[in-house]
């Protein structure tokens, strides 16, 4: 495969998810790996421990020693959007001409060998895709897979599989940001959910839903497209697909949902084969309805309900989707990566479910000024189903502020009374005046530097 002839590879905000699992990828098959990121993470420093070189200071002296030696064409340098355009070490690359390609590019050259199953949507996609991926190796399927999260089955976001079979499959979270999705053209293809986001790319809901629309059609001719019946009726895809829902009468759709000891048991109805008694232990109708379309991809690859049943009974999920952190008699913390209103409401009325009788105490974070201003009405109200909501100020990532958008501006939209503007820092001396029942972090921005502190903190409280 071409993509593994380069001699290095440079990647250009090597701490994302999505470029820590190509970085992960290339180190496995013995590649020389070095990376930049303006921050150390977790993540990170595991990339440190499994060889591949991070450094997180903009340096054009340490690049120009790292590719002293390479020819032009032996190096492979990498870059995701989300990198600034004025970032030095981009510039550099840019000015002496070097070739660099997005991330998008690189996953989509790598499929290029594989069946490639591609779970696409503006949320679901990521515990569809893991749950996919877990099915697969379930079944003793060979597959690699490259996830949108962490997976808390295997502790990472890169799965492996034997590239020399002919007949391997490759599971990948399809990244509708600046139309990745569209380097992809998959044996099977999943879309999730289609409500409007990165407006900031597409401009409105229209454009975003022509990419999804083209991103269906790039499916394989001898191969499948399953969407949700919201997407179908949506996008009005022409071309044949199969269609999952809750519980509507669709090809794939769920009956006789109940939440036992936590768990949702359920039964699955599909026209390839049914499967009774089905149990999963992530919380959330949003989550019973991730599950139906991963069952939908497994049954079109020929794996049987038995062997369905007993990956779905045995995932554990994602690491920042709905994540237990401290979960007792007397007080429950969950950490969840929702940062669009949807998402957020999802995550806010699961806990509302498994804790009726509980105070929901939410800590959230927007993602991106651009998002939260045109989004600022459906913040807004999923934010008050929460009974305590603490809002921290927006994490701009690669924006520069906008006038008036800022996180009182939420605040100012909301009805309910318990709502708070708190800086970062004092979250942790606010929570000590609160009455802690149910405690959630919430968002995609740097929040989750607040995950240990709360944790520890709500631990020493209860003496777990």
């Excluded at 022509?210 to 394989?220: C, G, L, R, W």
């Excluded at 991809?297 to 994540?323: E, H, M, P, T, Y």
Aim: charged share 25%; glycine share 6%; net charge negative.
């Amino acid at each position: 495969m071409q993509i593994l002839n380069y001699k290095l590879y440079y990647f250009l905000g090597v701490g994302g998810i999505g470029m820590s699992a190509l970085a992960r990828y290339f180190n496995h098959y013995g590649k020389i790996v070095y990376g930049y990121d303006k921050t150390e993470s977790n993540l990170s420093t595991q990339l440190e421990d499994e060889g591949i070189h991070v450094h997180y200071d903009e340096d054009v002296v340490l690049l120009k020693k790292i590719i002293a030696g390479y020819e032009k064409e032996e190096i492979l340098f990498i870059y995701t959007p989300a990198i600034p355009k004025n970032n030095e070490e981009l510039v550099f690359l840019q000015q002496k001409e070097f070739k660099l390609q997005k991330r998008a590019w690189v996953l989509g050259e790598i499929t290029k060998q594989f069946k490639t199953i591609a779970i696409a949507g503006t949320h679901g996609k990521t515990t569809t895709t893991t749950l996919v991926a877990h099915i697969l190796k379930t079944a003793g399927i060979n597959c690699f897979a490259f996830l949108g999260g962490i997976s808390q089955n295997y502790h990472t976001n890169l799965l492996l599989g034997d590239a020399n079979d002919a007949n391997a499959f490759v599971v990948v979270e399809a990244d509708e940001y600046d139309r990745s999705f569209l380097t992809l053209h998959p044996y099977i293809s999943v879309i999730t959910s289609v409500d409007p986001d990165h407006l900031d790319i597409y401009g409105d809901k229209n454009a975003m839903h022509e990419s999804y629309s083209q991103f269906a059609s790039q499916t394989q001719k001898d191969g499948c497209l399953i969407v949700k019946k919201t997407v179908d009726n949506d996008l009005n895809i022409k071309d044949k697909r199969l269609i999952y829902s809750l519980n509507l009468d669709t090809d794939f759709s769920a009956n006789s949902i109940n939440i036992v000891d936590g768990e949702f048991c359920y039964n699955i109805n599909s026209i390839i084969e049914s499967i009774s008694h089905v149990a999963i232990g992530l919380p959330g109708l949003h989550n019973v309805e991730n599950s139906i379309a991963a069952v939908a991809v497994a049954q079109k690859i020929g794996i049987k309900g038995d062997v369905i049943n007993k990956a779905l009974r045995s995932f554990k999920g994602v690491k920042r989707r709905f994540d237990y952190r401290v979960k007792s008699n007397s007080i429950v913390y969950i950490d969840d990566y929702a940062h669009h209103p949807e998402e957020l409401t999802a995550a806010i009325s699961a806990a509302k479910q498994l804790y009726p009788d509980k105070i929901i105490t939410g800590i959230f974070q927007p993602h991106l000024f651009s998002r939260t201003r045109d989004f600022a009405d459906g913040f807004a109200k999923s934010l008050d189903l929460l009974d305590v909501c603490v809002l921290l100020e927006i994490y701009p990532a690669r924006e520069l502020s906008i006038s008036g958008v800022n996180s009182q501006m939420l605040i100012d939209k909301m009805t309910i009374g318990n709502k708070f503007l708190v800086k970062k820092e004092n979250v942790v001396e606010f929570l000590k005046s609160q009455k802690n029942e149910v405690v959630m972090t919430l968002g995609a921005g740097d929040i989750d530097s607040l995950i240990e502190p709360i944790e520890k903190y709500l631990k020493s409280m209860q003496n777990i």
